[in-house]
């Protein structure tokens, strides 16, 4: 195996914050392709995931902190030779054959990011994906570490949409007369 075997991607996150305590993420990565010689060539992936974000202001500062869960979606394809293949990865793959594997996994992590400006901050993240193993055991099958900047956007949020009319009623009728 050679080394530095780190798949590099593209990132790219929608994130609502709805209230000062929680704000939901929908996070989608695209791996570059990458080949574990000698054995497996032209690995592509990708992740789809939702996380929660459970936020936490330093004192005096614009700096967060925040745990994450979530869920995702895995998507990993590579040609596999079997060649080297340390992890006995021959019981569940055929030997020069293309391998595909899908998963949903639980995400579990904590990021960290500072506004520099008020519309734009600066982020880490770190999280690992849970998942059934090949074994049938629960165990990490992933781990990710992401930097970056955030730009935002100012959007309504939900409940002043809901809520623009006084009544209870939004939408008023009268009563037929007699």
Not at 63 to 92: A, E, I, M, R, W
């Amino acid at each position: 195996m050679k080394d530095n075997n780190d798949a590099i991607g593209y990132h790219g996150s929608v994130l609502y914050g709805g209230s000062k305590l929680l704000r939901g993420s929908l996070e989608y990565t695209y791996y570059r392709k990458i080949n574990i010689e000698p054995t497996w060539y032209n690995i592509k992936a990708s992740t789809i995931e939702f996380n929660i974000h459970i936020m936490t202001k330093f004192k005096k500062s614009k700096t967060y902190f925040y745990p994450l869960v979530g869920l995702s979606y895995n998507s990993f394809s590579g040609y596999f030779t079997g060649k080297d293949d340390f992890q006995n990865l021959h019981d569940k793959y055929q030997k020069n054959q293309i391998a595909v594997t899908k998963w949903i996994g639980v995400n579990v992590g904590a990021g960290f990011e500072k506004y520099f400006i008020k519309r734009a901050s600066v982020y880490g993240e770190y999280k690992m994906r849970v998942g059934n193993s090949q074994e049938k055991q629960i165990n990490i099958m992933d781990v990710c570490f992401s930097i970056g900047v955030r730009g935002y956007l100012r959007v309504p949020s939900i409940y002043k949409l809901v809520s623009t009319t006084k009544s209870r009623y939004p939408f008023e009728s009268k009563e037929p007369e007699d």
